[in-house]
């Protein structure tokens, strides 16, 4: 069963306290489902963004420097 989170939870599950960052997120693709005047996010559907979104990035030597 799919759990729907409300655009609070969402954030919560994201790690982001800004509702900016997740308007954001929705307007990269992240999909919302509306019925009436509700509003929900799915947890599948966050967990298939951020993977879709995921990049290997390659530290730099100032970041792996230990002097």
Same mark, same amino acid.
């Given at each position: 069963?799919? &759990?729907? /989170?409300? /655009?609070? &939870? ?10 900016? +960052? ?26 298939? /963004?951020?993977?879709?979104? +995921? ?13």
């Amino acid at each position: 069963m799919t &759990e729907y /989170f409300s /655009f609070k &939870e969402a954030m919560k599950y994201l790690g982001v306290k800004s509702h900016k +960052t997740l308007n954001y997120y929705i307007k990269q693709g992240l999909p919302v489902t509306i019925i009436g005047n509700s509003k929900r996010i799915s947890k599948t559907a966050i967990d298939d /963004f951020m993977q879709a979104h +995921t990049a290997v990035v390659h530290p730099t030597k100032a970041v792996v420097n230990n002097d």
